[in-house]
């Protein structure tokens, strides 16, 4: 059951501070809620960083960047992936029952993924304008 007391007292501190007491306690759950929104909506903006400039691109010069922030994107969403355990599945088994199945393969791609995008991320953190 929801604690509406929390939640509006919630709203008034992001409202006041910009963040609240719960994004403080989980900082990189809130991050990686919030920064794949972020970088998605730079995509396409009115430049990009010089390194990521393509002169011979027509209509797109930029394409470089919007990939590179897509990458950083889904880096934070691997985050969240394996903070919330989405590699685990339930698989049937011969019994009739079901055992939690830990998918390996699901949780080296998202490494690889987070991997990329958080280096991403940090080697380019001065570029994050619009």
């Known amino acids: 059951m929801k604690n509406y007391f929390k939640e509006i007292k919630w709203f008034v501190q992001r409202g006041r501070y910009g963040y609240a007491d ?3 306690w989980d900082i990189r759950h809130y991050l990686s809620e919030m920064l794949p929104k972020l970088l998605r909506n730079l ?3 009115v430049g990009c960083p010089s390194d990521f400039y393509d002169s011979k691109a ?3 010069e930029c394409h ?3 990939e ?6 889904q880096g934070f969403e691997a985050v969240k992936f394996l903070d919330t355990c989405g590699y685990h ?3 049937d088994n011969e019994k009739g029952g079901k055992r939690l199945e830990i998918d ?3 949780i080296d791609n998202a490494k ?3 991997d990329k995008g958080l280096k991403l991320f940090a080697d380019n953190f001065l570029g994050l304008w619009d």
Not at 68 to 73: C, D, K
């Open 104 to 106: 390996q393969k699901a």
């Open 112 to 114: 690889k993924k987070m």
């Open 68 to 73: 590179a922030l897509e990458a950083m994107a």
């Open 89 to 91: 599945r339930w698989i």
């Open 64 to 66: 470089k960047w919007d």
């Open 58 to 60: 027509e209509n797109n």
């Open 22 to 24: 719960c994004d403080v």
């Open 43 to 45: 995509k396409g903006g």
